[in-house]
């Protein structure tokens, strides 16, 4: 990095140019297609982002998947976020709000108990479910984990048929660009058609020899002439 009165301390009154930057570290759902078109139902994924902007200046906003860069630059913001979140923890999986059963309360009451996915219900053991008390989705804890495990047990099976018809249309395309590839290379390389030479009739041959006869004719009285 070339020096500047900016970033190098040997300059006198040099600041940090990063000291003007507003930055936080925050996880934020992101949706995995893969796993989503593969098992036919959403899944989604924590991931780390970072906000920064400079102070009093919103346009140049950047919020962007948080990289070792990033954590180096504001390793303040970094260390606080790792402080108060507990590092860099994701959870992978179908999204509570993904569940038609759970109200808006319901989500909220099962992520205060640190359940955050529809995952978390189905592993739950019963010690854990203990601890979530009766009320949630008006139904007894083992019930809820009974019915968390058939919604994943159910999109599974809807997912199978659509990879099935998925996996059939693209080998029908397949077998189609390949049978048509064999048929251009089976038909053989037509050569261009030669120009057929024209046959005259006795008649026309007659009837021409008669107009040149009458040319020459013209031709020897002008010459006379």
Known sequence: ??????????????????????????????????????????????????????????????????????KMRFAKQWA??????????????????????????????????????VENIAAASDGQLQTMGMGVAGMAPHILRTRAQAFLAAAQDTALPQKQ???????????AELTAALQAQAQPHRKPAKKVKREWTPEQRAAAGERMKKAREAKQQVTDG
Not at 10 to 34: E, S
Not at 165 to 175: H, S, W, Y
């Open 1 to 70: 990095m070339l020096a500047s009165d900016m970033n190098n301390p040997q300059f006198l009154g040099a600041v940090d140019p990063d000291a003007v930057m507003i930055a936080r570290f925050y996880k934020r759902a992101v949706q995995n297609r893969f796993l989503s078109r593969k098992e036919s139902r959403p899944i989604f994924e924590d991931k780390i982002f970072c906000e920064y902007y400079p102070a009093g200046n919103t346009l140049l906003r950047m919020d962007v998947p948080a990289h070792e860069a990033h």
């Open 80 to 117: 606080y976020y790792v402080t108060t979140q507990g590092g860099d923890s994701r959870e992978v999986g179908t999204p509570l709000t993904a569940w038609p059963l759970l109200s808006p309360a319901d989500v909220e009451n099962l992520r205060g108990m640190k359940y955050n996915t």
């Open 165 to 175: 018809a998925e996996d059939i249309e693209a080998l029908k395309k397949q077998v």
